[in-house]
């Protein structure tokens, strides 16, 4: 299989999942339910316009039709900008934040606007500063890997051009053909490939970042070791636009794989998953590239609501598990070792193996189209969190037991090999009993168990007032002199991360 | 081959290169060298020493027979302290520093002390904080491979107990059995295995450090996946322990391989190389673990002093390639593969490759004792840097080119599988008129390829006159910034990093 066939299936998904998730009644006005109080902010003025058109010309400088810009790819947020501005270089976005510092006028950067935690859309009615315009490739090295783009360059371009040298980008996501590279880095994007190639942290290798005061900081690199003082581009990698506005980026792609496979399995426990998850590590070793976890209920929702054949079923637990490796004789000797020693343990009960690309997507859409399938039943509380592997089902049991019938369904599923699950908790309307029943109270399991209460989705707005059930008062309180002294008029995407 | 076998050897390597190191006449009061005037620090009095005492216990306060912790591994810097602390536990460190942030006390944070920049020991009189008692494993999660420790913990020792539940510390290093995860993490450690498991910034999960003032920030982690706010971690990976100390550290260990191979082999041109490592990522893809340059005079510098056999000669230069992977049948096909092409395009011209551990501990001899054996000449000039790989051995050329009859010898090795070249320049002994040829010519010619000055080696004390040619004075200043906002009266690790 290609893997870019696999994706292709994608832009569909999240146009679906756009349009159900746009019926299911989620109050879009989030902000007005958090009651926001606009910042001391200066108002646009006439003076301005004139002076950001003089920066980024007429054509780009966007006054109507603005929905676009201030709702979220949720709809759970929606801003009130008057002004979307599109700069087609690093010293045009230096300009307008300048200007912007100086008159105090609240920015919100923003990218393919593909963000869950409302992290990319105005609160209020912040400037929005669209990085869409710097969308260039600047260099690809077949030799070492290397990648370097501006950062409003769409993740599926970079990662078709580098397919093109043999290479792949180190990062997949649903949203691949319209998130961009900048978004991705700013919220230190997960997705379904870190348990093969690690996270962002790891494998970006240099940023440009522009500061609230315009200052250009130029922290690109072409390699993979540079120990000359303090490693500031991390700063830039998951602190959501609000430290500085990602411009350019540089990483390390990785070798295309010549094969991939994909086993769909039925197990009859948890701990059979568990088990099964160590021996995946051990007999496929380098060449695992997922590792997934959907149980019953999951699989339950996307087969029915989207009228798919799964190749087994009548199980609590499945697992779908690719690899990726440079051999496909060698790669499916070691996944039929894996699998026969599975099942002689009788830790897998039955399952199916292909590496054929159509009955790959096939296995595929029945994990990726579950959270899609979800928001059918009407209203779903989604929940993104990193648990301890030997606590990582047991919350959604638990919540079963919470809830009672209040839900419709409580389901888990997600990326078990990076310990991330998406627990999910379905009913026909929301109401402020089930609300109640279910939070804070998730957020204070996950860090009773120290888990993490946002593995891969970021704080963005959403967020902000669970922060600290992940983040000690020292960690906080650090942050905010961070912001302070990267922003101290805090411009940069307001309303977001701290509260 | 266990990595273990081969990893025995190095003990003595280091402690050879340590004695050879010293009688090469090397300046040891590099700091008088450097003129440095000591900062405007409160002088240590006995109600110091009464209050340290009250924290670490008699036995723990050293005063006597310094030397040790003075000078560092490469006996280039000499400090003159007269106190060093081992506290056993976060609240001690937490402790001394808020005392000695109050008093206004320079304070020199110290692992195993085996950098090679002068950052791990005094310049002046700091107290040295060892961090040699902080030496617990917390614990290793077999089937998550995450392992946490106490900053003091060796590295060797981390790695035999991962080993045990078939996992293996994404780090290797010639110094293991001395170096301290704290210091590796503090220095951002890189060495033999960074093409396979990347760098440190991608494999820490989380870290506690203790700030200047004795605040303790917890930042550790159980999991790959945590989009909670500021990734502050990363503030502390490769700061040098100029920002704070870290006391313990969480990270993410790799599945054991089952099958290591080495080869060795003989090309005749710069361009072959290159060739050689596109080819090496393509078929060895998911299984490469090293890939190393050595060139004719650095071999030649192995060979004849510790009278070492390579299986061939009369090559201009040598790859070390390693594989490792968790089948041996298929990773012997992967590479028989690799080398035929190889051969068949006339770009290898000899080699052997061998998955016998003692045949293998040789070869990797020859490339490990170079950075030994050149030292044996008298004197040598040694440069860390990262080159893009169309200019990774043009330097070399140009260097001899420069410095003709004044050297005895100018070659390069290194970890070409991360573009990182050690450029050594030897002569019979130090003179003014070879340094004035090389520096700052050499630095300037790796910033005008916008290469890294400083690899994996970091900055520390030796290298902080030439941070400007690698880093630009905006992000210098940044650095500064982030220097008086975590530590304002600058007590942490003075006169290194920042001038």
């Known amino acids: 299989m290609s893997a870019t066939g696999l994706l292709k299936l994608r832009p569909n998904v999240v146009k679906s999942f756009f349009r159900t998730y746009k019926a299911s009644g989620i109050p879009e006005l989030t902000q007005v339910r958090h009651n926001v109080k606009r910042g001391n902010y200066a108002t646009l003025e006439g003076k301005d316009i004139a002076f950001f058109e003089s920066i980024v010309g007429k054509n780009h400088l966007v006054q109507d039709d603005l929905q676009g810009y201030n709702v979220d790819f949720m709809r759970s947020v929606r801003g009130s900008s008057q002004l979307v501005l599109r700069p087609s270089s690093t010293q045009e976005v230096s300009a307008i934040l300048k200007y912007c510092n100086e008159r105090k006028l609240a920015v919100c950067p923003q990218g393919g606007n593909t963000g869950l935690v409302g992290g990319s859309v105005p609160v209020c009615d912040e400037i929005v500063l669209s990085l869409a315009r710097l969308d260039k490739i600047l260099h690809i090295d077949e030799i070492t890997g290397i990648a370097a783009c501006e950062a409003g360059c769409i993740l599926e371009n970079l990662d078709l051009k580098a397919r ?9 996501l649903g949203a691949k053909s319209s998130c961009h590279i900048g978004g991705n880095v700013s919220t230190n994007a997960g997705g379904l490939r870190v348990l093969r190639y690690g996270n962002l942290h790891g494998s970006v290798l240099g940023v440009e970042a522009v500061l609230a005061n315009g200052d250009v900081l130029d922290l690109m690199s072409d390699f993979k070791k540079d120990n ?5 581009k991390h700063l830039f990698i998951g602190s959501e636009g609000t430290l500085g506005v990602v411009t350019k980026v540089s990483m390390l792609c990785a070798p295309q794989s010549q094969a991939q496979h994909v086993a769909f399995l039925g197990l009859s426990s948890f701990d059979d998953v568990l088990k099964t998850f160590r021996d995946s590590r051990q007999f496929l070793g380098e060449i695992l590239s997922s590792c997934e976890l959907i149980d019953a209920n999951s699989l339950d929702a996307s087969v029915n609501h989207f009228k798919l054949n799964s190749p087994i079923e009548g199980y609590p637990f499945y697992m779908l598990i690719e690899t990726s490796g440079s051999n496909a004789e060698h790669d499916m000797e070691k996944f039929n070792r894996f699998l026969e020693n599975g ?32 928001i059918e039943d009407g209203f779903c509380f989604k929940y993104d969190i990193s648990l301890p592997l030997r606590e990582f089902y047991h919350i959604v049991e638990v919540m079963q037991e919470r809830v009672g019938n209040l839900a419709t369904r409580v389901c888990g599923y997600g990326h078990l090999g990076d310990s991330n699950l998406h627990l999910n908790i379905c009913c026909q309307e929301f109401t402020q009993e089930i609300y109640k029943c279910i939070e804070p109270f998730v957020y204070e399991y996950t860090s009773q168990v120290k888990g993490s209460i946002s593995a891969e989705h970021g704080i963005g707005f959403l967020k902000k007032n669970y922060l600290k059930y992940s983040k000690s008062p020292a960690a906080i309180s650090k942050m905010r002199e961070l912001k302070q002294l990267l922003d101290p008029n805090s411009i940069l995407n307001p309303y977001k991360v701290l509260n």
Do not use: C
Not at 346 to 369: H, P, S, Y
């Open 164 to 172: 093109e040298l043999g290479l792949v980008v180190p990062l997949d």
């Open 228 to 232: 000359t003082g303090y490693h500031l």
């Open 343 to 374: 099942m002689e343990k009788g830790q897998i009960i039955d399952g199916t193996i292909t590496g054929e690309v159509g009955k790959m997507q096939e296995i595929w859409k029945l994990r990726e189209l579950v959270p899609v399938a979800l």
